[in-house]
């Protein structure tokens, strides 16, 4: 039985993702609360591997073919860390997850949303995140702040674009879960501020 709550942090190239998923990580801790923080992809011993072939080289002639290798970095991800964790009844904050399929796979390269949705209910087992955190910034902003550039990263901007309109447009269809903080020119401390209220509403635990 799922006892905990997943909570995830998305956004485009540059947006922040991983910086205020660790600031959160750390804050709920000091709180007292039992938090584990993990990421996508690559937090498994497999998904380090596939993390390799995902974002080294561009060897995919297939976007599907992409897809299948994010979706076995996802189960093992799911079987091995985020399962147990959400059952022991802890907090796991997540740098990217489903909705990073929907908006890079979905909306950048045009496979067919219903299908990556009823794969993700699968290997999932129908567990999906309680609170998605989507931080917003433009796109030519994130790739200027993207110091590592990755396969991904080097995509089109116009690539990009599609990933943050599907973003927003995930925004627009699942408005109780996901929740839009603009991360554009502004202070990261105020950024993270917000992050902060937006999660300690929605745990009602302080």
């Known amino acids: 039985m799922i006892k905990g709550i997943l909570i995830t942090l998305e956004g485009i190239e540059g947006s922040g993702k991983t910086l205020h998923a660790k600031l959160l990580g750390k804050f709920l801790t000091q709180k007292g609360v039992s938090v584990i923080l993990t990421y996508e992809p690559g937090a498994t011993p497999i998904g380090k591997k596939l993390r390799r072939l995902l974002l080294g080289e561009d060897l995919f002639q297939d976007p599907f073919t992409e897809l299948c290798l994010f979706l076995a970095d996802r189960r093992e991800h799911f079987l091995r860390i985020i399962k147990g964790a959400l059952e022991e009844g802890k907090i796991v904050v997540c740098d990217r997850f489903v909705d990073s399929t929907l908006a890079y796979q979905g909306y950048g390269r045009g496979i067919d949303m219903e299908l990556i949705v009823n794969l993700n209910e699968r290997i999932l087992e129908g567990t999906w995140p309680n609170l998605t955190i989507l931080l917003d910034c433009p796109v ?67």
């Open 140 to 206: 030519e902003e994130g790739l200027k702040r993207t110091k590592r550039r990755d396969r991904i990263s080097k995509g089109s901007l116009e690539f990009h674009e599609r990933v943050r309109h599907g973003y927003l447009e995930l925004s627009r269809k699942y408005p109780e879960r996901i929740k839009v903080v603009n991360s554009f020119d502004r202070p990261k401390s105020e950024v993270q501020e917000e992050i902060r209220k937006i999660v300690l509403g929605f745990l009602k635990i302080f």
